[in-house]
């Protein structure tokens, strides 16, 4: 049917007498089956934009659902190490402004062992560590 349905449509674009197919068909009959076959084109071509559509809504929002998912986890791991390390520069800042050389050389190996740790899959153990040996360099500097 398809070949016949593109007969239909060369005939009525360049006349009777380039289609001997629809030359024996009553005028009724023969524009009925064209606007047949004009309907399946157009909902062929529907068919097929709707299809790419879906494919693209759903390709975006697989896309968007395991971004958030990678950006929260990306951010509950990365986290507590750009905290620890915003503590770590200040407190090495504090140390430099009151001219404790010791809590500051402290203050830039704890941060110096922090930086070899990767800030989204962090050694946790290690990250106990250094922030037990902030929180003891904190008192330290505090009294």
């Given at each position: 049917?398809?070949?016949?349905?593109?007969?239909?449509?060369?005939?009525?674009?360049?006349?009777?007498?380039?289609?001997?197919?629809?030359?024996?068909?009553?005028?009724?009959?023969?524009?009925?089956?064209?606007?047949?076959?004009?309907?399946?084109?157009?909902?062929?071509?529907?068919?097929?934009?709707?299809?790419?559509d879906a494919v693209?809504?759903?390709?975006?929002?697989?896309?968007?659902?395991?971004?958030?998912?990678?950006?929260?986890?990306?951010?509950?791991?990365?986290?507590?190490?750009?905290e620890l390390h915003?503590?770590?520069?200040?407190?090495?800042?504090i140390a430099h402004?009151?001219?404790?050389?010791?809590?500051?050389?402290?203050?830039?190996?704890?941060?110096?062992?922090?930086?070899?740790?990767?800030?989204?899959?962090?050694?946790?153990?290690?990250?106990?560590?250094?922030?037990?040996?902030?929180?003891?360099?904190?008192?330290?500097?505090?009294?």
């Open positions: 049917t398809h070949t016949h349905t593109q007969n239909l449509i060369f005939h009525h674009q360049h006349g009777p007498h380039h289609n001997t197919m629809a030359e024996g068909l009553e005028d009724e009959d023969y524009e009925r089956q064209l606007a047949a076959a004009e309907l399946f084109r157009i909902k062929s071509t529907h068919a097929n934009a709707a299809y790419r693209s809504d759903a390709r975006e929002s697989v896309l968007q659902e395991a971004f958030g998912r990678g950006f929260l986890a990306g951010s509950q791991t990365a986290h507590p190490w750009g915003g503590m770590l520069s200040a407190l090495k800042e402004t009151r001219e404790k050389a010791s809590e500051e050389q402290q203050a830039d190996a704890l941060l110096t062992r922090l930086q070899e740790q990767t800030p989204t899959s962090p050694d946790q153990a290690v990250l106990a560590e250094l922030r037990a040996s902030t929180e003891t360099l904190l008192a330290s500097l505090s009294s």
